[in-house]
């Protein structure tokens, strides 16, 4: 079984910085696209950045989403905090595991992390 589990949030000040990280656990499993989202409270989840498994960086606006080969992570570093940041941050993978020989699809969301950015 393929699991995601997202980590790094907290409360950080407006202004400041801040990296959460994703990790997926189960062996085979190859990363097509991972994306972050984000739900603020009282609200609908939305996209806020995402880089196929190919990638090693990529930028929207304040977000940067970068590949860590080492701990095989994908982080989400968003940069300029506004409170309107907070929120709890979910990571979405898909891609496909290799199954004896048959590839078999995958897409795990992560329970998500909580993040408040204060004023």
């Known amino acids: 079984q393929v699991q995601v589990a997202e980590s790094g949030g907290g409360l950080v000040q407006a202004g400041g910085s801040l990296r959460l990280s994703c990790t997926a656990s189960?062996?085979?499993?190859?990363?097509?696209?991972t994306d972050w989202y984000r739900q603020p409270p009282g609200k609908q989840r939305e996209w806020v950045a995402g880089m196929p498994g190919s990638g090693v960086t990529s930028v929207t606006g304040r977000f940067t989403v970068s590949r860590d080969k080492a701990k095989n992570a994908v982080n989400l570093e968003i940069d300029s905090l506004k409170p309107e940041d907070t929120g709890v941050y979910y990571c979405?993978?898909?891609?496909?595991?290799?199954?004896?020989?048959?590839?078999?699809?995958?897409?795990?969301w992560g329970q998500g992390t909580q993040v408040t950015v204060s004023s």
């Open positions: 189960g062996s085979s499993f190859s990363v097509d696209h």
């Open positions: 979405n993978m898909r891609g496909w595991r290799n199954i004896r020989g048959s590839l078999i699809p995958v897409d795990r």
